[in-house]
């Protein structure tokens, strides 16, 4: 016997309806935004996801050496790749620059509820702009995915500009030593110890995380211009710092009811794209983590797909069996999904097989059917049957009723 790696998990065909059907709708929402998909290679140089991917993603990345010696990793997130791309790549096209990505990610935790160590991003990135408008619109756009889906949720909203400022005004200049800082912060750590050990004063810093009103510029002007339907969904929270090292500005993570981790996070990341050797392109993205979002959703009870219309086509003899091709292809241009028996099965266990599939309509064709051009069409969910003409079949799924997709009637 062998069995999965840890923290991986192999998706049945129900599992994949359930994931194909959120992915579907989060893609519909990206893209009535108008961003365009983009896709990287899994794994990346090393060095490239080291660069400025924060301590802890550091820490956990899949590292391995090819056979031609060289140091890859399996991608841990999408931005510092798509940040490679676009200084080497799409530099020139017009902007801002709309991507987004539904993909595989891997990180080496440790497995816990709503923790894998592969997982899905479906994320965006919008890149060429640091005006408040961009940073608005992601965070709504994060808005409008979980409103479509059906969740209670809320965005908590920060800005690490003025946890930077701060800490260069208490003499913590050294970009490193704040990257450590602010993920130490991220993780509930110690920090005013930390700092003090350091012989730096964290006064300043506990005084920023302890006023209440909203202080800061960007994060009161995102919240004035956003839709009141998503700001109402903002809290302010100026200790949220995320565990990345290359953002600049406002950051937020998104939270549903019923799940205590993040569903999505995201921020401003205005130097990465320099950093890669491009241009000076300051952006804003987020990632949803779909695995999470799926959790939430399947417990919540909140996805319900309509009836997909299906159907088995059944030969009740050797005879029969051509022209049973021939109906299948009809029904399926017609949009119904539509599978030949191919078992050679009597007729009940055929029609057993169906119902336990949840095959609606079984079209039985013997040769009495052959003979007059016509087919026994059987209703498992009404429990009616009626024989009817070959030509006549469009008709007759046509007037089953709507709550049925059935995609080209
Ligand atoms: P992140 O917060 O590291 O951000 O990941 C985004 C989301 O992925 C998290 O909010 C969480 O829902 C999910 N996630 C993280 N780790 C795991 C795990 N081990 N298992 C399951 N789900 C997980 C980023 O990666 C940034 N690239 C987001 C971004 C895009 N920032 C700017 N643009």
Same mark, same amino acid.
């Given at each position: 016997m062998f069995r999965r790696p840890k923290g991986t998990r192999d998706f049945l065909p129900e599992d994949m309806k359930f994931r194909r059907h959120i992915e579907k709708t989060i893609r519909k929402v990206f893209e009535s935004y108008s961003y365009e998909e983009i896709l990287t290679p899994t794994f990346e140089y090393f060095d490239l996801i080291a660069e400025k991917s924060g301590e802890? =993603?550091?820490r956990s990345v899949y590292v391995f050496e090819d056979k031609g010696g060289r140091t890859l990793a399996l991608r841990p997130e999408m931005t510092a790749p798509i940040a490679r791309v676009i200084a080497n790549e799409l530099r020139s096209r017009p902007k801002p620059l709309r991507l987004y990505y539904i993909t595989n990610v891997f990180r080496y935790e440790e497995p816990q509820r709503g923790r894998w160590r592969e997982f899905w991003h479906a994320g965006v990135e919008l890149v060429g702009s640091s005006r408040v408008e961009s940073d608005v &619109? !992601? =965070?709504? %756009? $994060?808005? &409008? !995915?979980?409103?479509t889906l059906g969740f209670k949720y809320y965005v908590k909203l920060g800005d690490v500009s003025e946890i930077r400022n701060v800490l260069s005004e208490i003499g913590v200049t050294d970009e490193r030593e704040q990257n450590l800082i602010l993920s130490m912060i991220d993780r509930g750590g110690d920090y005013s110890s930390y700092l003090e050990s350091k012989g730096f004063d964290?006064?300043?810093l506990n005084e920023l995380f302890s006023t209440r009103e909203v202080n800061t510029e960007k994060i009161?002007? !995102?919240l004035n211009l956003m839709e009141d339907k998503f700001s109402d969904r903002v809290i302010v929270d100026l200790k949220l710092s995320r565990g990345l090292d290359y #953002? @600049? $500005? %406002?950051v937020f993570e998104f939270y549903v009811e019923g799940l205590d981790v993040a569903v999505g996070g995201g921020g401003? #990341?205005?130097? %990465? =794209? &320099? @950093?890669?050797g491009g241009p000076r392109l300051p952006a804003v993205g987020l990632a949803f983590g779909l695995d999470r979002i799926e959790l939430a959703a399947k417990e919540r009870n909140l996805i319900s797909e309509s009836e997909v219309m299906k159907a088995i086509v059944i030969p009740l003899s050797e005879k029969c069996v051509k022209k049973s091709f021939e109906i299948s292809s009809a029904l399926r241009e017609l949009g119904i999904i539509t599978e030949l028996e191919v078992m050679g099965r009597k007729l009940n266990k055929s029609?057993?097989?169906a119902s336990e599939k949840g095959i609606r309509f079984a079209l039985i064709l013997g040769e009495k059917e052959l003979e007059s051009n016509t087919i026994t069409v059987k209703d498992l969910k009404k429990g009616e049957q009626e024989e009817i003409e070959l030509g006549k079949l469009k008709k007759y799924f046509k007037s089953i009723t709507r709550d049925t997709v059935c995609t080209s009637l």
């Open positions: 802890e =993603i550091r &619109e !992601v =965070i709504s %756009l $994060g808005c &409008e !995915v979980l409103e964290p006064r300043a009161r002007q !995102v #953002y @600049t $500005g %406002l401003r #990341y205005d130097k %990465l =794209i &320099e @950093t890669f029609l057993s097989y």
